[in-house]
């Protein structure tokens, strides 16, 4: 049975965590990102970081950009093909009819054989 007086996250002999420990952050500044779905975000970049000038949008993952009234468009997606899909695209109607009747003419000749 756990006792109610343990402390959970920390180590023995650990303090507070805070600024002095981890040094002085670089001085930042925050950039506002607006995706095609109208979502903003802003992320903070250090003074001297090159800003980019699209950003992953954090709630639905479009490209985000800094300018609010023309954002990045969405990314078309292509729809699942199926086979028989990348079989039309490689042949043509004509082609199908000669290969259905060659295997038709094959089925054929197997059962007049047996």
């Known amino acids: 049975m756990v006792s109610g007086n343990a ?11 805070g600024e002095a420990e981890r040094g002085e952050s670089a001085p930042r500044h925050r ?8 979502h903003e ?3 903070s970049f250090a003074v001297d970081a090159d800003v980019p ?4 949008c954090p709630r639905c993952g479009f490209p985000a ?6 954002p990045p468009a969405a990314p ?3 729809p699942y093909k199926t086979h028989l899909a990348y079989v039309k695209e490689r042949r043509s109607d004509a082609d199908g009819e000669a290969i259905l ?3 038709l003419a094959k089925l054929e000749a197997r059962r007049e054989d047996s």
């Open 7 to 17: 402390i959970r996250g920390t180590r023995v002999g650990a303090g507070p965590i």
């Open 31 to 38: 950039v506002p990102y607006w995706c095609a779905r109208g």
């Open 41 to 43: 975000s802003i992320v």
């Open 53 to 56: 000038e699209t950003w992953d």
């Open 65 to 70: 950009g800094t300018d609010s009234q023309q």
């Open 76 to 78: 078309r997606t292509e």
């Open 101 to 103: 009747a060659e295997a």
